[in-house]
C-alpha cells in the first residue's frame, strides 16, 4: 500500500525556467514532508522539507508548498540549473523519528 | 564531519549464498535505519535501530533478513540465504536524537550497497 505517490516519473525543463515537481499522498497522520535529491551511485541526498502545520517552506531557489485538504505537496525549483538533474523522491512520515515513506521519484533533466 | 558510509559498494552473489551489508552511521547519531530501492521504484524502509534497540522492524520481508548493531555504533544487516527479489540498493541512514520531542532530525544517506543476486 503506497501511501505517498509521485505520478510523473520524468520532467525535462529548460535552463533558467521553472520546475514543478508533485507528491500525493493518502495518510492523514503523516505530520512532516521531506523532499530529497539523488545523483546516480549516491544516496538521497536532503533537500528541504516541511510541517504539516505550515503550507509552505522556502529555502533559496526551492520551495515546497503543502496543500493538506488535497493532501498535496510540490517542490518549485527557479531558476532551473545544468546540477539540478537528477532523480527528486518525495517522503512524509508520522513521527518525529520514525521511518520515511518515499514516492517512486520523479527524473529530472534540465537541458541547455 | 564524515557521512554515513556502506560497505561493500556492489556485491554479486549467487542464490543461497549469503551476504553482509555494513553501515557507519554519522558520530553521535542514536537512529539508524535501513532501506531499500528495488527496480528503481520508490525507496522502502526495512527497519530502524535507536542506539542498539530494534524500535521498529516492521519493514523486514522475512526472516532470511538479519539486522544488527551492536553497542549502538556501525549495523550489519544479513541476507541468509539470498534470493533474485533479494537484488536491489539497500541504503542505510542515521539522525540525531533518541527521545520523543528530540527528534526532527533530518535522516542522512549513505551511497548504498548495490545487491545483484544471480
Known amino acids: 500500500d503506497q501511501q505517498v505517490k509521485q505520478n510523473s516519473p520524468s520532467l525535462s525543463v529548460q535552463e533558467g525556467r521553472i520546475s514543478i515537481l508533485n507528491c500525493d499522498y493518502t495518510?492523514?497522520?503523516?505530520?512532516?514532508f521531506l523532499w530529497y535529491k539523488k545523483y546516480p551511485a549516491e544516496g538521497p541526498t536532503f533537500l528541504i522539507s516541511i510541517s504539516s502545520i505550515k503550507d509552505k517552506n522556502e529555502d533559496g531557489r526551492f520551495t515546497v508548498f503543502l496543500n493538506k485538504s488535497a493532501k498535496h505537496l510540490s517542490l518549485h525549483i527557479v531558476p532551473s540549473q545544468p546540477g539540478d538533474s537528477a532523480v527528486y523522491f518525495c517522503?512524509?512520515?508520522?513521527?518525529?523519528?520514525?521511518?520515511?515513506?518515499f514516492g517512486a521519484g520523479t527524473q529530472v533533466v534540465v537541458t541547455p | 564531519e564524515a557521512g554515513v558510509t556502506q560497505f561493500p559498494s556492489h556485491s554479486v552473489i549467487e542464490k543461497g549464498q549469503t551476504v553482509t551489508l555494513r553501515c557507519d552511521p554519522i558520530s553521535g547519531h542514536d537512529n539508524l535505519y535501513w532501506y531499500r530501492r528495488v527496480m528503481g521504484k520508490e525507496i522502502k524502509f526495512l527497519l530502524h535501530f535507536v542506539k542498539e534497540s530494534k524500535q521498529d522492524e516492521s519493514g523486514m520481508p522475512n526472516n532470511r533478513f538479519l539486522a544488527e548493531r551492536t553497542g549502538g555504533t556501525y549495523s550489519t544487516l544479513k541476507v541468509q540465504p539470498a534470493e533474485l527479489e533479494d537484488s536491489g540498493v539497500y541504503f542505510c541512514a542515521s539522525s540525531q536524537g533518541a527521545t520523543p520531542g528530540q527528534g526532527r532530525g533530518t535522516q542522512y544517506f549513505g551511497p548504498g550497497t548495490r545487491l545483484t543476486v544471480l
Open positions: 517522503a512524509a512520515r508520522t513521527d518525529s523519528w520514525g521511518k520515511l515513506q
Open positions: 495518510n492523514s497522520m503523516f505530520d512532516y
